[in-house]
Structure formats: structure tokens, C-alpha cells
């Protein structure tokens, strides 16, 4: 099966970064999509980044010109740089994996900007 484990999440002040990352493990297809959701308190989950293992990228508006999605396929490693981050950026950050017709999740990472 498929793994997924985040790390990198925590608290940081508002203007400031963050790094998260995430490392899928298990059977990986040589072609798939990783990348981040976020899910802010009472709201739903919704795409922040994803890309490619052809390294096409994908971004939400609210985060371009800020976040930064990554990877590194010879690790199954996917990452997202944040920066100038914002009190609206709080949230809990999933990792995502589609492969083969399937969404893999992580467990989930808060990051908190306070107001």
C-alpha cells in the first residue's frame, strides 16, 4: 500500500515560512500527481499546489507568487515552501498522492499564522 507522512508543519508569525514535506512510500507508480490540500477551521478541503513527476505545477490563487510546490521523485518526496505567510493561511495541510485512478492521503499537518 501506500504511505504518506508530512512533516515540517508548526507556528509562525505572520510575513514569515514555512516548510513542509512529505514522503510517500509503499508502491509508487512512475507517474503520478503529489502535491497539498489544506483544510481551514469549519471549512472545506481545498487544493493549495500540486505537481507532477513531469514537474507541471498547479496553484491555487490565494497562495501564488508565495508558495512554492516541489519534488523530488528519486525520493517520493514532495514539498511546498511558504512564504510572506498570512493569518488565512492557517489550516491543517494534507499531503496528496494520485495514482492509478486513486487519492492517497496523509494524516495532516496545522500550521498556524496568528492574526
Known amino acids: 500500500q501506500v504511505q504518506l507522512v508530512e512533516s515540517g508543519g508548526g507556528l509562525v508569525q505572520s510575513g514569515g515560512s514555512l516548510r513542509l514535506s512529505c514522503a510517500a512510500s509503499g508502491s509508487i507508480t512512475s507517474l503520478n500527481t503529489m502535491g497539498w490540500y489544506r483544510r481551514a477551521p469549519g471549512k472545506q478541503r481545498d487544493l493549495v499546489a500540486t505537481?507532477?513527476?513531469?514537474?507541471?505545477?498547479s496553484y491555487a490563487d490565494s497562495v501564488k507568487g508565495r508558495f512554492t510546490v516541489s519534488r523530488d521523485n528519486a525520493r517520493n518526496t514532495v514539498f511546498l515552501q511558504m512564504n510572506s505567510l498570512k493569518p488565512e493561511d492557517t489550516a491543517v495541510y494534507y499531503c496528496y498522492l494520485f495514482q492509478s485512478y486513486r487519492n492517497y492521503w496523509g494524516q495532516g499537518t496545522q500550521v498556524t499564522v496568528p492574526q
Open positions: 505537481v507532477t513527476t513531469l514537474n507541471t505545477t
